[in-house]
C-alpha cells in the first residue's frame, strides 16, 4: 500500500510531507517507451496506478497521460479528483508551469471543499515562485507569488502549506524590494534624484520591505540623494534612524562619514526625536 502525494522539489531547502490520502494498489506494468494512450475502458485502478509508477520513475510526461486518461474516463470521481492532483505535481516537476497552474485551477473549480484545494492554491503559488527572476528584469512572476503565497497562508492557517508559504512571503519581499532599489540605483546614476528618491523611500514606506535585507542601503541612499538635493536636515534624519537601527552596518559608517564631510552629526539629533521618526517608519 502506498500513501501520499510526493512532496515537490523545494528549491528553498525546505521538504514537506504532503499527505493527501490517495491510497493506491501498485499494478504491474511493462514497456520503457512512452505509450500512446488511446480511449478504450478498461479498469480505473489499472490506469490511475500505472501512471503512478511513471511518477516514482520521473517519467513526468507519461504520467500525465495516464493520470489525463483516468479524468477522461471516469471525472467527478474520486479517482479524477486524485489524478489532477497527480497531474499539478507532474507537469510541476517537468518545469511545465502553466500546465501546473491550469490543472490546480480545475481542481479548484471542481472541488472547492476538498482537502487538496490546500494543495492546488500552494502549487499554483510555487508555480510563480519558481520563475521569478533577477531584479533586472520584470517582477510580474515575484507579484503573483506574493499574492498566492498570501491567499495560501490566509486560507490555511497553521498548515504546512502556510507555513512554508510564509518563508517565500519574506524572501519575494525581499526580491521586490530588491527590484525599487536597482531602479533607484538606476536614476541615481543617471542623474534624476528626485526620482531615485522616491524608489528609495517605497522601500522604507513599506511595512514588509522595511523587514528586508535592503533596509540599510535605502536609508543610506535617502541619506545620500538628500545632500545632493540640499536638504542636509532630512539627510540628518535619515542617517540617524540608520544609526539608531544599524549601528554596526557599514551602512551607517559610509552615512557617518558623508554627514560630517557636510558638517553634520548624525548621532547629535535628540534621541526621542529619532525614536519617534523610527516608529512612524518602521514600526515596532
Not at 471542481?110 to 499554483?124: C, E, I, Q, V
Not at 524572501?171 to 525599487?180: F, I, P, R, S, T
Amino acid at each position: 500500500m502506498r500513501s501520499s502525494l510526493p512532496a515537490p522539489k523545494f528549491r528553498t531547502g525546505l521538504v514537506l510531507a504532503l499527505v493527501l490520502g490517495s491510497t493506491v494498489v501498485v499494478a504491474g506494468c511493462s514497456g520503457r517507451d512512452r505509450p500512446r494512450l488511446a480511449y478504450e475502458e478498461r479498469p480505473v485502478e489499472a490506469l490511475y496506478n500505472t501512471g503512478y509508477q511513471r511518477l516514482e520513475s520521473k517519467r513526468w510526461a507519461d504520467a500525465v497521460d495516464y493520470f489525463q486518461e483516468v479524468e477522461r474516463q471516469h471525472p467527478y470521481s474520486e479517482w479524477s479528483r486524485r489524478a489532477i492532483l497527480m497531474q499539478i505535481y507532474a507537469y510541476y516537476q517537468n518545469n511545465n508551469y502553466p500546465e501546473a497552474q491550469a490543472a490546480a485551477d480545475r481542481f479548484i473549480q471542481l472541488f472547492p471543499g476538498n482537502s487538496g484545494a490546500a494543495y492546488a492554491y500552494y502549487m499554483k503559488a510555487l508555480c510563480n515562485f519558481e520563475r521569478i527572476t533577477d531584479v533586472g528584469r520584470d517582477q510580474g512572476y515575484a507579484e503573483g507569488a506574493l499574492q498566492g503565497l498570501n491567499d495560501v497562508a490566509r486560507r490555511y492557517p497553521g498548515t504546512s502549506y502556510a507555513i512554508d508559504a510564509t518563508v517565500k512571503i519574506d524572501m519575494v519581499n525581499d526580491q521586490l524590494a530588491g527590484k525599487e532599489m536597482n531602479i533607484g540605483r538606476y536614476y541615481q546614476r543617471a542623474g534624476q534624484p528626485l526620482a531615485a528618491l522616491n524608489r528609495y523611500k517605497a522601500v522604507i514606506a513599506n511595512e514588509a520591505f522595511q523587514r528586508t535585507s535592503h533596509t540599510p542601503e535605502a536609508l543610506y541612499r535617502l541619506v545620500e540623494v538628500n545632500l545632493i538635493l540640499g536638504l542636509k536636515e532630512e539627510a540628518m534624519r535619515n542617517g540617524a534612524v540608520l544609526g539608531f537601527n544599524y549601528p554596526g552596518s557599514p551602512w551607517y559608517a559610509e552615512a557617518y562619514a558623508l554627514l560630517t564631510e557636510e558638517g553634520a552629526r548624525p548621532e547629535t539629533a535628540p534621541t526621542g526625536q529619532r525614536e519617534s521618526w523610527l516608529r512612524r517608519i518602521i514600526p515596532g
